[in-house]
């Protein structure tokens, strides 16, 4: 049986697009619609109930953020009270006279409740106790609290705060209490208690006139919003048999949805009858047969060229993925038909693809390993050293401290280029090879050349390509001697700017002819080639150590030059990002 169906199957997959699409509207017309019709009636009743609880969530969630900003109004209010100077003096007894005290109440105290009462219309009362007998009673918003004569299980306010539903029936309040202390929080030298009416700050929550909304806590309930004609807007009752059964949802026909209010102790239920939801559906259930044929013989027609057209989508995301990067073919099973065809064709052109882009990486990659070693050459004078170095000793052995010293920075530059056999140094040694290097020729050019190097920022640690700097300088000098009637500046300064080294090599010589500038900085840049711009026989020439530095610190990286402020050329390298910002 398996060997048939496969057999058949594969028949199939090697017909034309186009039998296919008529073998599917054939097989879509025959398939009655009636049973999946009653079952989607049903899915999509549940689908309608599950999406109102889902949005009533979110409505009472909503609700709940501005509720939210309500009680940090509170929160702010009791901050006030706790920071008010005046306030504090008053119920710690710091005032030493009843005229001190009326006047820090007239002065500090009464300001702010009349601030508070303005401010915030929704606050019904405020009220501080005070655990100190004040010297004058001054006000009904001030009350003496005896806490030596207070009854055992009296509570206190604590630091943490409260709230409590209070109030009759009729006007049902909620109280906000907590702790006053001194300057320094050591001590409890008071409380506030602030009242709002119930009902309008829990009136966010009753925005839908179809529905019932309760706010319980401690099994008292504040009946929000009555959509029932045996409740009450506005009332608060203890728990009744009428509450007990809409939460309960006895028999099945609410929608309930809960939401736990943390700041009050309590929590939101919002209770909605299903027929208020479904009554929309009377249009609905008219259109549902011809809606409900519509889908179905869509999804029919839908499986059954999905055998192509599943295949075009998965080939056409494949075809979104490629780039240089990501050029794979295309597995699948080969069928016989024009997409068979297609994807067969497009394997065998990506495998040509792979094998070209493979070939130029390696010539690529060749070219520029060797391009790296072949930059990284550089005179290295293998003899006189150590004969340098004894006509150096026999120098000062003579009494000639200036041919000594031009000696010894001679050895020390031969000893750099000698010894640097890796590709990579450090900055600080190429900073002190470029000074060698200066003091070498300032021993023959004396007065005409004078040199400065500045470094501005740590480099202890930074890594680099060796013989980034030499370059430069040597070029400097060369191009720059001839256009100067007196002396010679060379100025090498490092410095961090942005997160990035920028490394400056200025002269003040007669500078780049403009066109001639932007031709090289053009070819620094990557945007016109190399016509000539290497062609240095001293050096590695500024071409080359642009290359270097961008093959080791990255693309952002590199060499630019730019004329000076009055005169002369400005060399600078940057090394982008060198932090890791």
């Known amino acids: 049986m398996k060997k048939i169906f496969h057999t058949v199957w594969h028949s199939y997959m090697n017909l034309t697009l186009w039998k296919k699409m008529v073998s599917g509207y054939v097989i879509v017309v025959l398939i009655p619609t009636l049973i999946f019709s009653v079952i989607y009636v049903k899915q999509e009743t549940k689908n309608i109930g599950d999406r109102y609880c889902a949005d009533e969530q979110r409505l009472l969630e909503q609700s709940y953020a501005n509720l939210k900003e309500q009680t940090s109004q509170v929160s702010v209010v009791y901050q006030l009270?706790?920071?008010?100077?005046?306030?504090?003096?008053y119920l710690t007894g710091r005032y030493s006279s009843k005229g001190d005290e009326i006047y820090g109440y007239l002065n500090g105290i009464r300001p702010l409740f009349s601030y508070i009462h303005t401010s915030i219309r929704d606050i019904k009362e405020i009220t501080v106790f005070s655990y100190r007998e004040p010297l004058v009673p001054l006000s009904s918003d001030i009350i003496y609290l005896d806490t030596g004569n207070m009854a055992s299980n009296t509570t206190l306010p604590t630091y943490k705060g409260s709230w409590k539903l209070e109030g009759d029936s009729k006007t049902p309040l909620f109280?906000?209490?907590?702790?006053?202390?001194?300057?320094s929080f050591s001590k409890s030298i008071g409380a506030l208690s602030i009242t709002i009416e119930a009902c309008n700050m829990l009136d966010i929550f009753s925005v839908n006139d179809d529905k019932t909304v309760l706010f319980g806590c401690e099994n008292k309930w504040l009946i929000i919003r009555a959509h029932s004609v045996q409740l009450y807007t506005g009332q608060l009752v203890e728990s009744t048999p009428i509450i007990t059964d809409y939460l309960n949802n006895r028999h099945k026909d609410l929608f309930i949805n809960t939401l736990d209010i943390n700041e009050l102790n309590g929590k939101i239920v919002?209770?909605?009858?299903k027929s208020q939801v479904l009554k929309t559906g009377n249009l609905f259930g008219i259109l549902l047969p011809?809606?409900?044929?519509?889908?179905?013989?869509?999804?029919?027609?839908?499986?059954?060229?999905?055998?192509?057209?599943?295949?075009?989508?998965?080939?056409t995301g494949h075809l979104q993925k490629i780039d240089y990067n990501y050029l794979h073919v295309y597995s699948t099973e080969g069928y016989a038909d024009e997409v068979g065809f297609l994807i067969k064709?497009?394997?065998?052109?990506?495998l040509r693809i792979s094998e070209l882009?493979?070939?130029?990486?390696?010539?690529?990659?060749?070219?520029?390993?060797?391009?790296?070693?072949?930059?990284q050459a550089q005179i290295k004078p293998h003899f006189i050293y150590n004969s340098l170095e004894t006509v150096r000793m026999m120098a000062e052995a003579n009494g000639t401290p200036d041919v000594a010293d031009i000696l010894y920075n001679l050895g020390r530059f031969l000893r750099y280029n000698i010894s640097s056999n890796k590709d990579v140094t450090q900055l600080k040694n190429e900073i002190e090879n470029v000074r060698n290097y200066l003091e070498i020729y300032k021993a023959s050019?004396?007065?005409?050349l004078e040199y400065s190097i500045e470094v501005d920022c740590s480099i202890d640690d930074l890594s680099?390509?060796?013989?980034?700097?030499?370059?430069?300088?040597?070029?400097?000098?060369?191009?720059g001697i001839s256009g100067v009637n007196s002396t010679l500046v060379v100025k090498v300064r490092v410095r961090e700017a942005d997160g990035n080294i920028l490394i400056s090599v200025t002269d003040n010589g007669p500078g780049i002819p403009p066109e001639r500038r932007l031709k090289i900085n053009n070819v620094l840049m990557g945007i016109e080639t190399d016509n000539g711009l290497n062609t240095l026989k001293s050096s590695i020439g500024i071409a080359n150590v642009n290359e270097r530095i961008k093959a080791f610190f990255g693309e952002h990286s590199g060499l630019f030059i730019e004329n000076g402020e009055l005169r002369g050329t400005v060399c600078t390298i940057i090394i982008s990002n060198i932090r890791g910002d």
């Open 270 to 273: 919002s209770i909605t009858p």
């Open 464 to 479: 680099c390509p060796g013989f980034i700097l030499q370059p430069l300088v040597e070029n400097c000098i060369h191009h």
């Open 357 to 375: 882009v493979n070939s130029l990486n390696i010539v690529t990659l060749k070219k520029k390993e060797a391009d790296f070693h072949a930059l």
């Open 445 to 448: 050019m004396g007065k005409r």
């Open 175 to 183: 109280t906000f209490e907590k702790a006053l202390f001194n300057s």
């Open 290 to 315: 011809l809606m409900l044929s519509l889908v179905f013989l869509t999804f029919i027609y839908y499986m059954i060229i999905s055998s192509v057209i599943r295949r075009i989508i998965k080939f």
């Open 81 to 89: 009270f706790q920071n008010s100077q005046p306030l504090s003096g």
């Open 345 to 350: 064709s497009y394997n065998n052109m990506i």
